[in-house]
């Protein structure tokens, strides 16, 4: 997968990212902190993880499934297991 190599120190920055707000949201449960508060910080997690899938899943379409030289056969099976991972990602 080369664009998760050649973006992976973004992806990593991401990632952490999401590991800090997760903290951040376990210490406020267990500190049982404000529920708005709370919400507030599953939602900001909720939307990081989205952006982190959206910049993953943009690379994967312009490396992939949108790469020259492609045969139908192989753009199809790229297709198909894409839109199942969408099924799976959107429940």
Known sequence: MAHTITGRKR??????????????????????GDCMAILQQIAAIRGAVNGLMAEVLEGHLREHVGAPGL???????????????????LR
């Not at 952490?16 to 406020?28: D, N, P, S, T």
């Not at 753009?75 to 297991?81: G, K, N, P, S, Y």
């Open 71 to 89: 045969s139908p056969e192989q753009r199809a099976a790229e297709t198909d297991a894409v839109a199942v991972l969408l099924k799976s990602y």
């Open 11 to 32: 992806l990593l920055t991401r990632i952490r990212r999401i590991q800090g707000q997760a903290a951040a949201l376990e210490r406020a449960v267990d500190q049982e």
